[in-house]
């Protein structure tokens, strides 16, 4: 190489081509030599099965493979059904008109089958078919007793409406229909009695009339039967084993039983309010363990000692011999009773220092300054400030209480005068003063929502209110297995007030449903019911879990994060009914009753939803509007009246914008005077027909006030169902 000759020299940027990648091409004789035989096939066919595509007739054959998989599981789940080791099909047997014999069709069911095995219970009846390897449980629902018909449909199959030919069609039918298909509608068979000595003509006329009156309610009606001789008795039975069952989602989340037995374990004192509860029955639903908790109805949950396995007294197949000892304890995992959480009384409060934190201040302090001095000042300082909590003055706490609700409720409404004390007719009854203002309120509350005369004196309550709110935070017991269940510790008036005639059903609870929280459900208005339904007003909820009073506010169903809450639930309206109650999962139909005035034993469906949300952080503002009118107006400035009554208010609400009914925005200047006007000013030129209008918002909280105990009450059926189902069939 010559000298002098500069040559270049790569630098850091340099191209760099890529290597080549030996390991993806090796061929596949080199694979399998490197393998030495660990695989199970050779290479070639291992990757000739990853990129094979099926052709047709092999999709084929897999789609015909697939689709008879589903079928022999589906039918493998049908023969089950009603079988050995399968709950019984559970049939309510419900008179549609007065005077039908359900004892009569239920002896004709049970004698159906010569070879059929019928089985007494305390309370129902019990058809064993052997030759078809199923049971039927039948139950009787007594007339017009609707709360009877709600309690034995959360576990019903089947519902049996009997009608007879002769007489009128009831009209406490159709308010059952409402509460049913409120609540949720198992399958639904339709029969007609008394038809044994009519002409076949007139036997199809009936049921096609009786069709008729039916499909209002139930579009899909396709058949009716018949309950004059023993075949048709058979095509009812052979009907219920063979037919497809609705599914329920709420009583599959839970297991169930129906009581068919029940003993009294005797208290070990004579004074004690206690006493165990032993429940014979069916489990039903998901598995029953020991560690999870029964509802008893109209008392509330309870845990469980022990679920033992017995001998099935209704079994398809003959048991001989004794049963081997099953029985489950409940261990370390069973659920607690507590229905509030534990709140611990130092959680964000100030802790005593840490010893680093002693040690760090030490060090600051002098070094002639004693240590204890300084633990004696540093308790003395810890003192001092938990007492300044006593310093805040009273008017600055804004107390949520529903004291202040009630007294916000209790301001006459603005608007009043002009609803007359003529426009209400209680010549040709007798109506009490509160009802009438009760009415008088919820006609201005439609016509003038929200708005309140500002009253004399003490505005506190109304000084709280504020005109805008930033983002607020608010395993033994299968299904089919009869079991032995042990309640500990269930009150003694409780068991003594037991029956074996009344059905006793029981829930098992999921996880967490013993615990109280806020429940917000979606109500809508019945269509029958017209009465007024105020917030706070006492109402019955009936959940297919439980059954409790509680005193909900309302409010509106909106997307927005926060919802107004409404002083009354007028007819034909939904809104969000908030309450302090324990969780429920839903799906969670609901029926809302209401006491009438009249009486306290006789009550009214009043409005029907399910349950919405449970969560404590939905923000229900309460809007109070004040209302003025203009004195004086040049131009856009307005002085303005009726609205305060002294000084000191105005000056207080001065920061508050002002609206009024005809679009104008506006807000106050300065008062004149000491009698409450005030000087205002607004965008546009205001109108003297126009009225002044001020909102002010408050949130509010559902009050705990749930009650689970409720006392057996009537129905009161409104008349426009009983006009218009009171027909012939």
Known sequence: MEEGVERHTPGQLRQTNK?????????????????????????????????????????????????????????????QRGGADAPPF?????????????????DLLLAAYPNAKAVKSSNC?????????????????????????????????????????????SSFAEHAFSCLCAQGLPNVLYALSGTENMHVKKKNEAKTHLMKILSRR???????????????????????????????????????????????????????????????????????????LIYLPNLGPFQLKYVRKLLDPYSVKPQKGELDEEIDYPTEKQSSLNSEADVDPMDSEQTFPTEAELKSATEKLS?????????????????????????????????????????????????????????????????KAEDVQRE???RDDKNFPDEVDTPFGNINNIKKASMALGPSIWAVGQPGTYVEIELCDVPVHYCNSLTRERPLIVFSLLEHEQKLSVCNFYLNRHPASEVEVKSKDEL???TPLRTFSVQPIFSEHTIGNKHKFLRFFHPGTSAIASVICPITFGPCPVLVFQKTPAADDVSTLVATGSLHSITPYRVVVKRTVLSGYPYKI????????????????????????????????????????????????????????????????????????????????????????????????
Not at 45 to 63: D, P, Y
Not at 90 to 106: F, H, I, K, P, Q
Not at 392 to 421: K, L
């Open 367 to 431: 070094e002639d300054e004693d240590e204890d001095d300084f633990y004696s000042a540093c308790e003395s300082d810890t003192s001092s400030m938990a007492d300044a909590t006593d310093l805040i003055p009273e008017g600055e706490n804004v107390d949520s209480s529903e004291d202040e609700n009630e007294a916000n409720d209790n301001y006459s409404e603005f608007g009043g005068t002009s609803v007359g004390d003529d426009s209400f007719s209680i010549a040709d009854q007798e109506v």
């Open 90 to 106: 559970t049939v309510a047997m419900v008179s549609l008109t007065e005077g039908v014999d359900l004892a009569g069709c239920l």
């Open 540 to 542: 019955v909820f009936w």
């Open 440 to 442: 008088k309120q919820a």
């Open 19 to 79: 290597k080549h990648k030996t390991g993806r091409h090796r061929s596949k004789r080199s694979i399998s030599n490197d393998s030495r035989g660990k695989v199970m096939y050779s290479v070639k066919t291992i990757s000739k099965n990853m990129h094979r595509q099926l052709s047709k007739q092999e999709r084929r054959f897999q789609s015909k493979q697939k689709r008879k998989l589903q079928r022999e599981k589906t039918v493998e789940a049908k023969r």
């Open 125 to 169: 009846q019990y058809l064993i078919l052997e030759n078809f390897s199923k049971r039927i449980c039948f139950n009787l629902v007594p007339d017009c007793d609707l709360f009877a018909l709600l309690e034995i449909a959360k576990i019903a199959d089947f519902l049996l409406l009997v009608a007879d030919v002769k007489e009128k069609f």
């Open 218 to 292: 139930f579009p899909k009606l396709e058949k009716i039967y018949s309950f004059d001789t023993n075949a048709d008795a058979q095509v009812v039975v052979r009907d219920i084993i063979n037919q497809k069952l609705k599914r329920l989602k709420f009583r599959e989340l839970r297991s169930s039983i129906l009581v068919d037995n029940f003993k009294l374990v005797p208290p070990t004192e004579e004074t004690a309010k206690a006493q165990n509860l032993i429940l014979h029955g069916i489990v039903r639903g998901r598995p029953l363990s020991a560690d999870d």
């Open 634 to 729: 040049n131009k856009r400035y307005v002085v303005a009246r009726y609205m305060f009554h002294t000084r000191d208010d105005i000056m207080w609400f001065k920061p508050v914008q002002l609206r009024t009914k005809w679009g104008r925005r506006g807000h106050i200047m300065e008062p004149l005077g000491t009698h409450g006007y005030m000087k205002c000013k607004f965008d546009g030129h205001l109108k003297s027909q126009d009225t002044i209008l001020m909102h002010l918002y408050k949130r509010v909280f559902p009050k705990l006030n749930y009650n689970p105990t409720v006392d057996e009450f009537g129905i009161d059926i409104p008349d426009s169902l009983i006009a218009g189902s009171m027909k012939s069939v």
